[in-house]
């Protein structure tokens, strides 16, 4: 990483995806706690239900040092992996999808493969996705 | 209205039905946009997936200006007016749950009839839900 810390730069790619998802309809949470209770960097939700979790890499280490990112996959209908502009992209599976960001937007440069969730499991995750959402709220 | 003025009560009775609301287990979205484009004061998300909308009443016009309550119904599987202890009781429609709330605190004095949503309506409140809270959250 050239310019900032590493947690700069997750928070500038976690934004910049952020609102690339916002002005494509979806509602977002981030810090989304799994069934499985891992924490995914993002997940959002879009007006006809379909479930999206991003992963934000920062560099080569943050990837490396994560082997469980092929767990979210059975949580969502399309997953992405979020860096900058700098990550060494071949790294990256093949197949799974790639969002490029900064701290002011993003960009899909990679389309994710839609893995359409069974009826019961977007029930659950939608419950799951409304109930972390509310209670983050401060009512 | 002897002490406060009726905004001040509204948000008093809202406080205290909310914190009686989030000690049962419910996820709670203040102001919940109906499908029917009407707001709803509180709406509730149990870990089970059961809603509840809670209109709330702070005096005797507030409840008599209001035609457009049953509407609500069809939107939950429990409904419950919320009122301070000295809100005319008699007033309101038999059937109805009510909740006695004041800034502190609440409890339930009348149960609300379980109307069960059907599958389809379930689904689209909560996917909903799970939105409105999402874009209040400032990510």
Do not use: H
Request: glycine letters at 8%; proline letters at 4%.
């Amino acid at each position: 990483v050239q310019n900032g810390t590493r947690p700069d730069l997750t928070l500038a790619i976690t934004r910049g995806a952020s609102r690339l998802l916002t002005d494509m309809g979806f509602a977002l949470v981030p810090e989304f706690t799994l069934p499985n209770g891992r924490r995914a960097d993002l997940a959002g939700l879009s007006r006809k239900g379909r479930i999206v979790i991003v992963e934000v890499k920062s560099c080569r280490e943050d990837f490396t040092a994560d082997a469980k990112w092929p767990s979210y996959l059975e949580y969502c209908d399309q997953f992405y992996f979020a860096t900058d502009t700098r990550f060494p992209a071949g790294l990256l599976p093949e197949g799974e999808g790639r969002i490029v960001a900064d701290a002011y937007g993003g960009a899909i440069i990679a389309d994710a493969e839609v893995r359409t969730l069974a009826g019961s499991r977007r029930k659950a995750m939608t419950l799951s996705f409304a109930r972390q959402a509310a209670f983050r709220l401060t009512v």
